[in-house]
T-cell receptor
Framework: GDSVTQMEGPVTLSEEAFLTINCTYT??????LFWYVQYPGEGLQLLLK?????DKGSNKGFEATYRKETTSFHLEKGSVQVSDSAVYFCALRQTSGSRLTFGEGTQLTVNP | SAVISQKPSRDICQRGTSLTIQCQVD?????MFWYRQQPGQSLTLIAT?????????ESGFVIDKFPISRPNLTFSTLTVSNMSPEDSSIYLC???????????FGEGSWLTVV
């Protein structure tokens, strides 16, 4: 079945550091890929998505590129802020109407 | 995106009781789902809420424990029955709108069973 693997956390960075959170997946066909973010005490928010190979999703300074050849969707940000401290979930979905398959989540803490 | 309202947002419940969580969406949606997030864990799909018919449950979840209703295209309820401390979790309603394959989440209902 489909699966998503995220880099182990937690990740701790200083403000303005470069961020990479690795995400790889196993799936048949061409799923859509997503990053969701969960701020402390809140639900999940969609951060960005990509629906086909080589698409780049971006939002709030975060980017991720759908790499079919490496089955990856790594999340990057050039300069993190304290307000980016949250749990980040990578997820995939095969088709409209189907379930989301989530990774384990990566806790990010940004220190001033 | 979709505006998804969940009630209650938080509750502390006694062991053996049941609690019903409501999910209201601001527009008609095609799919509604219920997820559980246990402390420090990722999300697990409980069931897909089907309008006017029985929900479709995932392996490990049963209707007697998690009865679900969806009377129309914008509203669903999840009941957590006969609660035990192991049911302490965040329960999240999520929806797929008619215009795409993206799933949006509510703020979650944070339940603590004592």
């Amino acid at each position: 079945g489909d699966s998503v693997t995220q880099m182990e956390g937690p990740v701790t960075l200083s403000e303005e550091a470069f961020l990479t959170i690795n995400c790889t997946y196993t799936a048949t066909g061409y799923p859509s890929l997503f990053w969701y973010v969960q701020y402390p005490g809140e639900g999940l928010q969609l951060l960005l998505k990509a629906t086909k190979a080589d698409d780049k999703g971006s939002n709030k300074g975060f980017e991720a590129t759908y790499r079919k050849e490496t089955t990856s969707f790594h999340l990057e940000k050039g300069s993190v802020q304290v307000s980016d401290s949250a749990v980040y979930f990578c997820a995939l979905r095969q088709t409209s109407g189907s379930r989301l398959t989530f990774g384990e989540g990566t806790q990010l803490t940004v220190n001033p | 995106s979709a505006v998804i309202s969940q009630k209650p947002s938080r509750d502390i419940c006694q062991r053996g009781t049941s609690l019903t969580i409501q999910c209201q969406v601001d527009s008609q949606v095609t799919m509604m789902f219920w997820y559980r997030q246990q402390p420090g864990q990722s999300l697990t799909l409980i069931a897909t809420a089907n309008q006017g018919s029985e929900a479709t449950y995932e392996s490990g979840f049963v209707i007697d424990k998690f009865p679900i209703s969806r009377p129309n295209l914008t509203f669903s309820t999840l009941t957590v029955s006969n609660m035990s401390p192991e049911d302490s979790s965040i329960y999240l309603c999520s929806v797929e709108r008619q215009d795409g394959n993206t799933i949006y989440f509510g703020e979650g209902s944070w339940l603590t069973v004592v």
